[in-house]
């Protein structure tokens, strides 16, 4: 019986084999090297301090990118063509299982998860997370997951000094 993350890998593989396949894996020019994972349109995780993050991200050249805006195969590019991936913690982390890319995920301080730790553990890959102040906001349910974040712009610079990519 093959073990879980044989399955994963072989998943994988099969998905970016179909993409191939069809003409859907594009090529690298068209997806940048550095990708932020934005939730502006999201009810919730939504980073009050946006302005000043994406100055921040801008000077280390990110492109900002909303998954929602993209077909699922678009979404599957910008990971597997990243260099490194940045952003608000997210069910479009899924994808990082398509990159070998660095990840780091912006995550609400007291918010435990690690799904992404362990998706990242299964397909070897570098994950970080930033932990970051949580914010209250009008979503209905007020556990750490579901409030807004508020990114420190020192940390956040350090990270991306850091990462050195």
């Known amino acids: 019986m093959a073990c879980k993350k044989d399955i994963l890998v072989a998943f994988k593989d099969w998905v970016l084999k179909n993409l191939t396949d069809r003409g859907m894996l594009y090529s690298k020019n068209r997806f940048p090297d550095k990708v932020f994972i934005s939730r502006t349109r999201a009810k919730y995780r939504k980073v009050v301090n946006f302005d000043e993050v994406i100055s921040v991200l801008q000077e280390f050249g990110y492109t900002i990118i909303d998954l929602e805006d993209y077909s699922l195969a678009e979404q599957i590019n910008y990971f597997y063509h990243a260099r490194d991936i940045v952003g608000v913690h997210g069910a479009g982390f899924a994808h990082m299982c398509f990159t070998k890319a660095p990840v780091l995920d912006i995550i609400v301080d007291n918010f435990?998860?690690?799904?992404?730790?362990?998706?990242?553990?299964?397909?070897?890959?570098?994950?970080?997370?930033?932990?970051?102040?949580?914010?209250?906001?009008?979503?209905?349910?007020?556990?750490?997951?579901?409030?807004?974040?508020?990114?420190?712009?020192?940390?956040?610079?350090?990270?991306?000094?850091?990462?050195?990519?």
Not at 132 to 153: A, C, F, M, Q, W
């Open 112 to 165: 435990y998860i690690e799904f992404f730790y362990k998706l990242a553990q299964t397909y070897d890959l570098r994950y970080d997370y930033l932990r970051s102040e949580g914010v209250d906001n009008d979503y209905p349910r007020k556990t750490p997951g579901y409030l807004d974040i508020y990114i420190d712009i020192a940390r956040l610079r350090e990270q991306l000094r850091l990462r050195n990519v």
